[in-house]
């Protein structure tokens, strides 16, 4: 009985759900954006300002994130966690610590940020997320 518990609780732990799922009519806003880089199931480390605290707090969120050359978007089975693009009015900016990319949003207590380490390449993850933004900044 014991091995059938253990057995049990070992498969529930390594069937965790995936974070990639999207609604069909953002698979299509992507695809006519033209996706650069897709990573799923990533495990991000959100960073927010908390005002108890008056500190930052930060908590780990599985996510998925898309870069098109138009939009960043972070995401879990479609709910948005992060949406940035030419409608973005935040301050954002991305940035390496090693292999993590930080993508940071907003400014004073509603800064936010979103880091993870990349399936492969940081340097390109950068770089491409670098590019949306800097494309969004020159079209305001």
């Known amino acids: ?15 965790k759900e995936s974070t990639g799922a ?6 299509q806003r992507f695809a006519a954006e033209g996706v ?6 990533q495990v991000f480390r959100y960073t927010y300002y ?3 605290t008056r500190s930052n707090r930060w908590e780990d969120r599985d996510a998925s994130i898309i870069v098109t050359a ?11 966690g992060l949406d940035l693009g030419a409608a973005s009015r935040k301050a954002n900016e991305v ?14 207590q509603s800064r936010v940020s ?3 380490r990349p399936p492969e390449d940081a340097p ?9 933004i800097a494309s969004a900044d020159s079209g305001r």
């Not at 999207?22 to 698979?27: S, T």
């Not at 939009?71 to 709910?79: A, L, M, R």
């Not at 390109?124 to 949306?132: L, T």
């Open 114 to 116: 979103w880091s993870f």
């Open 124 to 132: 390109g993850w950068a770089a491409d997320i670098r590019a949306v």
């Open 50 to 52: 908390s005002r108890s």
């Open 70 to 80: 138009r939009s960043v978007f972070v995401h879990k089975n479609g709910k948005v």
């Open 36 to 41: 650069v880089r897709r990573a799923d199931d």
């Open 95 to 108: 940035r390496r610590e090693g292999d993590r990319v930080i993508i940071s949003s907003g400014s004073g």
């Open 1 to 15: 009985m014991t091995r059938r518990i253990l057995l049990g609780l070992l498969l529930l732990a390594g069937c």
């Open 22 to 27: 999207l609604p069909a009519e953002l698979e």
